[in-house]
């Protein structure tokens, strides 16, 4: 399988759609998930053209990872929660709906089940706007 560059996340890169940006460098795009699967799920998203972990460059893979430690952190301090579930899916048949590599941060709340993947309500503009601007305070 080829990486495609008209995925939603190369065109969200590529600035051609919006989104609740949380950090930005030349090399990776944090983002809010629109589908959340609990308050302050972020995406992190390297640059580098992938399909996922196993098309991508090793380099690229060990230069995004410090970021998605930052922001594991940064979302669970922003959001209060109690724990951060990292996930990455490889292909359809893993679960994967969007063929960019990108990293799940999805904050964990004690009592509060997750959403379910990729399948879960749109979340409010507002909402989005304030937690992207609460986790990019905490990074
Ligand atoms: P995957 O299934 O590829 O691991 O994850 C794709 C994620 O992208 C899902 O969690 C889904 O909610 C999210 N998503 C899908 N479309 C958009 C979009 O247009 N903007 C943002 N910010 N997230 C999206």
Request: glycine share 8%; proline share 5%; aromatic share 6%.
């Amino acid at each position: 399988m080829t990486y495609d560059p008209t995925n939603i996340f190369g065109k969200i890169l590529r600035g051609e759609l919006p989104a609740h940006k949380v950090y930005e460098d030349d090399t990776a795009l944090v983002m809010m998930d629109i589908f959340p699967q609990s308050r302050g799920h972020a995406l992190v998203i390297p640059k580098a053209a992938s399909r996922n972990l196993l098309d991508a460059d090793p380099a690229a893979l060990a230069a995004v990872i410090p970021l998605v430690q930052r922001v594991a952190k940064a979302a669970k301090t922003a959001t209060g929660a109690d724990g951060v579930r990292v996930a990455q899916f490889n292909e359809a048949a893993a679960g994967q709906t969007v063929f960019h590599l990108h990293f799940h941060i999805i904050p964990v709340y004690d009592g509060i089940a997750l959403g379910t993947h990729a399948g879960g309500g749109r979340a409010d503009d507002a909402e989005l706007i304030a937690l992207a601007k609460d986790i990019a305070a905490a990074l």
